[in-house]
């Protein structure tokens, strides 16, 4: 995935919490997710569009 298809508005960022647990999101721009530590999901970045639906996430293994 090139970057100019991850890229998400940083002001959007700011106002996005995981659907789940209400809680903060970090951006990893390698893979292109949003990822919620208190969750352990990964929601995908598509087309700079977060895919912000928890059946879309990818869970977070150890």
Known sequence: ???S???VDPKLL???V???TKGRLTYDAA???LVSEKAR???PIRDGIP???ISE???IKD
């Open 18 to 20: 995981c659907p789940l």
């Open 57 to 59: 996430a990818r869970e």
């Open 14 to 16: 700011e106002l996005l």
């Open 1 to 3: 995935m090139n970057s």
């Open 41 to 43: 999901l990964a929601y």
């Open 31 to 33: 893979a292109g997710e």
């Open 51 to 53: 895919i912000m639906l």
């Open 5 to 7: 298809t991850s890229r």
